[in-house]
């Protein structure tokens, strides 16, 4: 068996996890035996766990996972035990654990740099274990340093609104006048980044969502209104943080010629069809999956610069269900983020 240091707090028999067991199942909380690292992993004690939209993907059975799954990938916790072998982290050393948990290192995609691509990854909350809990276990190879300025609960969700966000961010490349779809915990992180950058940006939320327009225009948004709306100014590109397939064509009408639409999330209901002429003048709608581990570095590292400071609401771990309730109908301004007792 794989040899481990270990924390005091591996004498704690059992952990506490709320667990989802199918698709549509809810959450249960369970008592577990605390797991020992395998090779190349960390233990982590979680000290905050960001509650992501695509976790609710992963309850309502909209993408892959492996059930029954403690949900969560967005992960501040404490090393508390390491396998021999691990290199780069000390006991009690703070860590992040984002949505992309392992890769293959093998297939094109790695190969070429490109493993947010790979061919046989392992997700955080969906393939493996996750943050819902008061312990997870991660590959110490995709653990994070975290920005010394921001506290467990307002650094949990740099760890995907943040780090997914900033890949859409990157995609959409250098856009003056750029549009968010979805006012949430992504794009109220990445709003701050654009606005600090010297980006108009424009705010799209729910139709008649007047508390979260004003939220948007007090994080320095130039324009906010309702996600049906045409926006006063042409558009250099958008992002689509919200999983709607209908926001796609308004999106495109929106963006200038030669502008593009980021389609941001993991899942998305059908897009429906449009004219070819809101396509037509090189306009282009591309996809972002999953990360990269430089992009993680290069976000946090912008994240520490600017002092990018998220919105977020806790809520104690039992209150999972209520978090998962209130991020679906979207009734948070910024993030919400569980904390175990």
């Not at 982290?89 to 947010?116: F, I, K």
């Not at 993991?266 to 972002?288: K, N, T």
């Not at 430089?294 to 994240?303: C, K, R």
């Amino acid at each position: 068996m794989e040899k481990c240091r270990a924390t005091a707090i591996l004498g704690s028999v059992t952990m506490t996890a709320m667990e989802c067991r199918a698709p549509g199942a809810g959450l249960v909380r369970v008592e577990r035996p605390v797991p020992a690292p395998g090779p190349r992993d960390v233990l982590v004690e979680v000290a905050a766990c960001g509650v992501c939209r695509t976790d609710l993907h992963v309850l309502d059975g909209e993408i892959p996972a492996n059930y029954p799954i403690v949900p969560g990938h967005e992960i501040v916790g404490r090393v508390a035990a390491l396998a021999e072998g691990v290199d780069g982290l000390a006991l009690g050393d703070r860590v992040g654990v984002p949505w992309l948990a392992r890769t293959c290192g093998l297939c094109r995609y790695c190969r070429e740099g490109r493993e947010n691509l790979c061919d046989a990854p392992e997700f955080t909350g969906a393939t493996r274990d996750g943050g819902y809990a008061t312990h997870a276990i991660a590959d110490a190879r995709y653990c994070f340093a975290l920005p010394d300025a921001l506290d467990d609960i307002h650094a949990a969700p740099l760890l995907c609104a943040g780090l997914i966000g900033w890949r859409a961010y990157r995609m959409a490349g250098e856009a003056p006048r750029l549009g968010l779809y979805g006012f949430g915990a992504a794009a109220h992180l990445l709003a701050q980044v654009a606005v600090h950058q010297g980006r108009e940006v424009f705010a799209f939320t729910q139709p008649g969502d007047a508390a979260g327009q004003a939220f948007a225009r007090s994080l320095g948004c130039a324009w906010a209104g309702d996600s049906d709306q045409k926006p006063p100014a042409e558009l250099d590109a958008a992002i689509l943080f919200a999983p709607v397939g209908a926001l796609v064509p308004l999106a495109l009408r929106a963006v200038r010629k030669g502008g593009r639409v980021v389609c941001a999330g993991i899942h998305m209901s059908d897009i429906p069809s449009f004219q070819y002429a809101h396509l037509w003048g090189e306009r282009q709608v591309v996809s972002v999956a999953n990360l990269t581990r430089a992009d993680g570095v290069e976000f946090l590292t912008v994240a520490a610069k600017i002092g990018l400071r998220p919105t977020v609401t806790a809520f104690p771990l039992d209150r999972a269900e209520d978090a998962i309730a209130q991020v679906r109908a979207g009734t948070i301004d910024g993030a919400a983020v569980l904390v175990p007792e």
